[in-house]
């Protein structure tokens, strides 16, 4: 497994802190993400499909300073945000890429940063429905003096109580920042009562970065077997494909195979196996090693889609049932297009994303972290506090 971070309770940290950030720093992206009951999130899930064009928009339009007053009693231009976090999310920031987005743009802000369990975070929390850590306010009175991002937000977040309620919006293709659902949706798979973290993976397995990080997927598989239940949710992804343009029809037969053996319950084997062919290892995958993953490349398969009966044969190998398989092909579309929307309602458009006990999204490199938040007494993370202990 890639070498882990001690997990760590943070001390209480004081009510509000408050600082002026400068602007000019790397350019970031931002947009929405989507949780159940109350009304603005609801409204949130609405506007998803056309928040990442915004987004866009967000970052490659520019807005300059006015000259003159913004009426924010004499702050000039300055946009003043209130940032809510949770200390109980150990691996999320204190931090809202909507300001990576205004530093990128030259837009002057000024943040104070609010523990959500704090008398003053718990009032802000209720005053706007927030769901998500973290979050941003941004009144919506700062942001007149900045005429287009100003349009472009009243597009994509909804306004409560004159702010712009933004949850970490995770628009950066290239990193996956942790948020933590504050009131996680109750579903029946998601109930780590019963000593089994349920965890859900939405990725395309045969992204490149996906089979790069495919060994710390099997680390957590074999470090945590007996206590988390792993499945699988199509999310097409839209960069380093290995074959984007090549064979679309095999390239689709081995994605209806991955969400068949995901609804046979088999998903773990299948990929295995695939794996397995894929980067031309010497046998299933009882006897290939994380090595031969990572140096996948030098296959002959390398950024080609496999033959249908080099599929077929992966399934085989996996225990798949034809008959079962066959009667999923009537339904695949419908399943992806599920896995699609329950993408929408977590606010997940990453691949290499993961829904752990439907609270926290994190990268797969933050999995077992979030496991053992949830799951702190089970065997595995007791040996990863004595590991970190010693």
Request: net charge negative; glycine share 6%; proline share 5%.
């Given at each position: 497994m890639?070498?882990?971070k001690?997990?760590?309770k943070?001390?209480?940290?004081?009510?509000?802190?408050r600082?002026?950030?400068?602007?000019g720093?790397?350019?970031?992206?931002?947009?929405?993400?989507?949780k159940g009951?109350?009304a603005?999130?609801?409204?949130?899930l609405v506007?998803l499909?056309v928040v990442?064009s915004y987004?866009v928009?967000?970052?490659?339009d520019?807005?300059s300073?006015?000259n003159?007053?913004?009426g924010n009693g004499?702050?000039e231009?300055?946009?003043r945000?209130?940032?809510?976090?949770?200390n109980?999310?150990v691996f999320c920031r204190?931090h809202?890429?909507?300001?990576?987005?205004f530093d990128?743009?030259g837009?002057?802000?000024?943040?104070?940063?609010i523990e959500?369990?704090?008398?003053k975070?718990?009032e802000l929390?209720?005053n706007?429905?927030v769901q998500?850590?973290?979050t941003?306010?941004?009144?919506v009175?700062?942001?007149?003096a900045y005429?287009e991002t100003s349009s472009?937000l009243k597009?994509?977040?909804a306004?409560?109580?004159?702010y712009?309620?933004v949850?970490e919006v995770?628009l950066?293709?290239s990193?996956i920042y942790s948020?933590?659902f504050?009131?996680?949706?109750?579903?029946?798979d998601?109930n780590s009562?019963n000593g089994?973290?349920?965890?859900?993976?939405?990725d395309?397995?045969?992204?490149?970065?996906?089979?790069?990080?495919?060994p710390?997927?099997?680390g957590?598989?074999r470090?945590?077997?007996d206590?988390?239940?792993?499945?699988f949710?199509?999310?097409p992804?839209?960069?380093?494909t290995l074959?984007?343009?090549?064979n679309t029809?095999?390239?689709?037969?081995?994605?209806d195979y991955?969400?068949?053996?995901?609804?046979?319950?088999?998903?773990?084997?299948?990929?295995n196996?695939?794996?397995?062919?894929?980067?031309?290892t010497?046998?299933?995958?009882q006897?290939?090693s994380?090595l031969?993953?990572?140096?996948c490349?030098?296959s002959p398969?390398f950024?080609?889609?496999?033959?249908k009966e080099?599929?077929?044969?992966?399934?085989?190998?996996?225990?798949l049932s034809e008959?079962?398989?066959?009667?999923?092909?009537?339904f695949?579309?419908?399943?992806?297009?599920?896995?699609?929307?329950?993408?929408?309602?977590?606010?997940i458009r990453?691949?290499g994303?993961?829904?752990?006990?439907?609270?926290?999204?994190?990268?797969?490199?933050?999995?077992?972290?979030?496991?053992?938040?949830e799951?702190?007494e089970i065997?595995?993370?007791?040996?990863i506090g004595e590991t970190q202990?010693?």
């Amino acid at each position: 497994m890639a070498e882990r971070k001690p997990i760590k309770k943070t001390e209480p940290k004081k009510e509000a802190v408050r600082e002026t950030i400068g602007t000019g720093k790397e350019e970031k992206k931002a947009e929405k993400t989507g949780k159940g009951i109350p009304a603005y999130l609801v409204v949130l899930l609405v506007v998803l499909a056309v928040v990442g064009s915004y987004a866009v928009f967000l970052l490659l339009d520019s807005d300059s300073p006015p000259n003159g007053s913004n009426g924010n009693g004499g702050k000039e231009g300055i946009v003043r945000v209130k940032l809510l976090y949770s200390n109980e999310c150990v691996f999320c920031r204190n931090h809202n890429t909507i300001l990576d987005v205004f530093d990128a743009k030259g837009i002057p802000f000024e943040v104070e940063r609010i523990e959500m369990s704090s008398p003053k975070g718990k009032e802000l929390v209720a005053n706007f429905f927030v769901q998500v850590s973290p979050t941003a306010l941004v009144p919506v009175e700062d942001m007149e003096a900045y005429n287009e991002t100003s349009s472009s937000l009243k597009k994509a977040f909804a306004v409560v109580n004159g702010y712009f309620v933004v949850p970490e919006v995770n628009l950066d293709n290239s990193k996956i920042y942790s948020r933590m659902f504050l009131a996680p949706q109750s579903e029946t798979d998601c109930n780590s009562l019963n000593g089994i973290a349920e965890i859900i993976l939405f990725d395309d397995p045969f992204n490149e970065l996906s089979i790069k990080q495919s060994p710390i997927e099997r680390g957590i598989e074999r470090d945590f077997n007996d206590f988390i239940s792993l499945s699988f949710e199509y999310l097409p992804s839209s960069t380093s494909t290995l074959f984007p343009d090549a064979n679309t029809e095999a390239r689709d037969y081995l994605i209806d195979y991955f969400v068949c053996s995901n609804a046979e319950g088999k998903y773990s084997e299948f990929h295995n196996e695939l794996l397995s062919i894929y980067c031309d290892t010497d046998g299933s995958e009882q006897n290939f090693s994380n090595l031969e993953i990572v140096s996948c490349n030098s296959s002959p398969h390398f950024g080609k889609p496999l033959a249908k009966e080099e599929v077929e044969r992966a399934a085989s190998r996996a225990g798949l049932s034809e008959g079962t398989i066959a009667t999923c092909f009537n339904f695949v579309e419908d399943i992806k297009k599920t896995s699609l929307q329950r993408a929408s309602e977590y606010g997940i458009r990453v691949i290499g994303t993961a829904l752990v006990e439907c609270k926290y999204n994190v990268p797969i490199q933050t999995i077992d972290d979030a496991i053992c938040l949830e799951l702190p007494e089970i065997e595995p993370c007791q040996k990863i506090g004595e590991t970190q202990g010693a």
